[in-house]
């Protein structure tokens, strides 16, 4: 199961309407090893097309080159499909080489991308070719203080 | 002295999960084929035939290969290798 805190969610979604008709694409990083999804990290797609994405080479560099500083690992990587549904295509499963990844996806595909309702998104393992889905926990707050899901006032930082 | 070059994850299988492992070599390609000899089966998740796999990323010294002569890149004792996988899809 992959959990993820609304404020992360609604970044994810925001990022693949303001990209769409292109993909969108980015990477949630967390702890070494925790599978806590913290840090927000949308990245541009280079291919700047509606049915590819791919990180910029330099950035992909500064990115891991970040996480290794500090200790962390792309917990989530996601992307945006804009036509079809939220479901990995074969270009996904064939090119995706993190096993550990969380791999989640959100569709802004038949006007999805208009207006500002929520929009599913639907979170998937890929491993040598083979999908597997998995339940999606959106809790309320904001990871990266750790306390995700915890009842507390929201103006206190 | 040595050349460093930086495993990713999914090829450490290769490295017997360590994440960075050294060579030598006057260019890049003769590094691979170095630090193959070592960790078996690496090279080929890297380059098909002569040239690098379209969806693995090679930087010396922070510098995509694909923009400083891919496989004849040069490389010296000191310099850092970074092996990256692209992160792409459809």
Redesign the interface.
Known sequence: MLTLDQTTYEAIVAHARRDHPDEA?G?VAGPVGSDRAERFIP?LNA?MSP?????D??E??RL?QDLDDRDE??VV?Y?SHTATEAY?????IS??????AHYVLVSTSDGAYEGDTPLPIRSFRIVDGQVSEEEVSIVSGDAADGVAGAERPRNGG | MAIEVKV???LRTYTGGEKAVSGSGDTLGELLDDVETRNEGIRARVVDGDELRR?V?V?VN?E?V?FTGGLGTDVKDGDTV?I???????
């Open positions: 694409c990477v990245m291919a049915t590819f994405y791919e990180f080479s330099g992909l560099l891991y690992e792309p990587i992307h990995p295509s074969r270009t996904d090119l995706a080489q993190e096993p550990g | 990713p994850t999914i969806f990323n930087y922070d995509d694909r970074v990256l996988p692209a992160v792409a899809g459809g």
